[in-house]
Every structure is written in C-alpha cells, then in structure tokens.
C-alpha cells in the first residue's frame, strides 16, 4: 500500500478557508489519480475532488464547485485542496486517497472502489 499523510484540518468559521495537504512517501504522487473524499456523520463517503495522473485534469461535486480548488505540486510530491467560501454543511473527515487508475477523472472521482490507498483523515469543522 501507499502511504499518504493529510493535514491542514480544523476548526474555521462559516465563509472562511482552509487548506488541505495530502503528502505521499514511497511513490509519486503524479503518477496515481488522487482524490479528496469526505464523510460526515451518518453519510457516505463521497468524493468531493479529484485530480488525474500525469495530465492533472480535475473533477469537482456540484457542492463544491467555485469554492474549492485541487492542484498538484510535483516538486513536492504533495496534493492539496484549497477551500474557501466554507458552509456548515462541509463539516466532515477529508480523506486523501490514491488509484492506479486511468479514465474519466468525473467517473474515477464518483467511486471510491477506484481508490486502493487512503490516508489517516483529517476533521474539518465549520461552525460559529
């Protein structure tokens, strides 16, 4: 299995931003579709972004389209996901995962079963 290592979770007030890192260690993260996942209390996991191998095309829920943005930075071997405009509702565990996987980027990012690495989870929290 990969290793992947999310951080940059939280506490942060509604209208306000966050960003997420998802490093990797023993692989390059370019060569792998990486998405962001979400999961709230009581939901399924859902993929909230993802990005494709090498190309880097991306895919974004309708929920968080405008709002949040994934980008890739090889250099660094580290995926992030900026989130700005936050709403309550985005409250949930973020998880990082990765798949060797080639294809549609909207239909890779729809089913986690595509996805065979996953990190720890980070909380994020949007609340007055």
């Known amino acids: 299995q990969l290793h992947l290592v999310e951080s940059g979770g939280g506490l942060v007030q509604p209208g306000g931003s966050l960003r997420l890192s998802c490093a990797a260690s023993g692989f390059t993260l370019e060569h792998y579709a990486i998405g962001w996942f979400r999961q709230a209390p009581g939901k399924e996991r859902e993929g909230a972004s993802c990005i494709s191998r090498f190309d880097g095309k991306t895919y974004y829920t309708d929920s968080v389209k405008g709002r949040f943005t994934i980008s890739r930075d090889n250099a660094k071997n580290t995926v992030y996901l900026q989130m700005n405009s936050l709403k309550p509702e985005d409250t949930a565990v973020y998880y990082c995962?990765?798949?060797?996987?080639?294809?549609?980027?909207?239909?890779?990012?729809?089913?986690?079963?595509?996805?065979?690495?996953w990190g720890q989870g980070t909380q994020v929290t949007v609340s007055s």
């Open positions: 995962a990765a798949g060797d996987v080639w294809g549609s980027i909207q239909t890779i990012c729809r089913d986690r079963n595509y996805f065979d690495s």
